[in-house]
């Protein structure tokens, strides 16, 4: 079981950027997948979860008009993308996965530095 | 959807017992058995270590230990040793979305 995401980016205020989560060695619409960001020094926060067998995505409050989670099932790959980017939305960002219903997360892929910066 | 609170860190010797305490409300640990508790050490993947309050994962430590009590969930780490150093953050479930603690720094002495 994987999960392996997309390479650091650097982006410029105001900009967007997507990154995506590639999920190997299990059944892809078995699972929801998680993404959850950490600033430098900082703690966790839970972003977003997407459901791959409804298609359906729950957001964080913070998050919602600007955090769009999209699947390519062909693929078994998730793409989290973040609009209107600024100073604060510099952190490493994981994907994680939850079997169904059961509330926890794991394993984790190995996270993205998106750096954002004029 | 404010994070949970953890202290900002705790420390013990080795052999030693910690605990790590994990508030919340009703609406998030208080209101659900899903309180899981990750390990981070620095520039690593967090790693889960307990679930639903206070099962462990194969592979985890039997001293690694979970409980809760009303809105307060705990991890305690007995016979600490120097590769439990790192950072501790709880997880609950809260309806549709999910809340982590602030964070606690475990130092072995």
């Not at chain 1, 062909?74 to 960002?93: C, G, H, P, Q, V």
Request: net charge neutral; aromatic share 12%.
């Amino acid at each position: 079981v994987q999960l392996v995401q997309s390479g650091a980016e650097v982006t410029k205020p105001g900009a967007s950027v997507t990154v995506s989560c590639k999920a190997s060695g299990y059944t892809f619409s078995d699972y929801f997948i998680h993404w959850v960001r950490q600033a430098p020094g900082q703690g966790l926060q839970w972003m977003a979860m997407f459901n791959p067998t409804r298609d359906y995505t729950d957001y964080a409050q913070e998050f919602q008009g600007r955090l769009t989670l999209t699947s390519d099932t062909s693929t078994s790959t998730l793409y989290m993308e973040l609009n209107s980017l600024r100073s604060e939305d510099t952190a490493i960002y994981y994907c994680a996965r939850e079997r169904s219903y059961d509330h926890w997360f794991g394993p984790w892929g190995q996270g993205t530095l998106v750096t954002v910066s004029s | 959807q404010s994070a949970l609170t953890q202290p900002r860190s705790v420390s013990g010797s080795p052999g030693q017992s910690v605990t790590i305490s994990c508030t919340g409300t009703s609406s998030d640990v208080g209101g659900y058995n899903r309180v899981s508790w990750y390990q981070q050490h620095p520039g690593r993947v967090p790693k889960l270590m307990i679930f639903d309050v206070i099962k462990r994962p194969s592979g985890v430590p039997d001293r690694f230990a979970g409980s809760k009590s009303g809105n307060t969930a705990s991890l305690t780490i007995s016979g600490l040793q120097a590769e439990d150093e790192a950072d501790y953050y709880c997880c609950s479930h809260a309806g549709n979305f999910y809340v982590f603690g602030t964070g606690t720094m475990v130092t072995v002495l």
